[in-house]
């Protein structure tokens, strides 16, 4: 699990302060709401982007993202968003038995074949030899892409910024307008 740290400017953050008169505790409180509302927007970013880079559908990808509360220790306030990377299993991408293998979308896993595994559950498996076992669960790998996209296109880009600032700005008007 790779963990990936945001470090927010204070310069425009104390100038709000300023021009809206709000008080240290309005904006702690601001600021822990803020950082709820972008941990939603990361997820929903993240779930849109990932299924255009990974070409898979968000469907699957949703159920992996998890963002917890917002924690606060000595002056520093954290919310983690979870990104779950492990290798997605075929049956996640609605696959079809086809006449030589299993196809789920543009992905091809020749000689593989669609079964019953201990459970109960339906899993996508191929042979790993000519003999009728053992046979090895199907899975797409997504960890490598994932990665590289969130770091590049989504996290510390002016698109994350600006919503950042335009999220505080409205929370610290708000705390300030609640005190009227």
């Not at 409180?29 to 939603?40: E, G, H, I, V």
């Amino acid at each position: 699990m790779s963990f990936i740290d945001l470090e927010v400017h204070a310069d425009r953050l104390n100038q709000l302060q300023l021009d809206l008169m709000a008080t240290d505790t309005e904006v702690r409180k601001a600021f822990r709401s803020t950082l709820n509302k972008m941990a939603r927007w990361l997820k929903t970013r993240s779930a849109r982007g990932l299924s255009k880079e990974l070409d898979i559908k968000q469907k699957a990808l949703r159920r992996r993202l998890k963002s917890f509360r917002v924690r606060s220790k000595g002056g520093q306030s954290e919310v983690t968003v979870f990104y779950g990377l492990d290798p997605i299993d075929y049956m996640d991408l609605t696959p079809r038995q086809t006449s030589k293998g299993v196809s789920a979308g543009k992905r091809r896993v020749p000689g593989a074949f669609i079964a019953s595994a201990r459970g109960g559950s339906r899993k996508v498996f191929r042979r790993k030899g000519k003999a009728r076992l053992p046979i090895e669960k199907q899975t797409v790998p997504i960890r490598d892409k994932a990665d590289a996209w969130i770091e590049d296109q989504l996290l510390g880009t002016e698109a994350f910024d600006a919503e950042f600032l335009k999220i505080f700005e409205r929370e610290l008007q708000w705390q300030t307008q609640k005190r009227k």
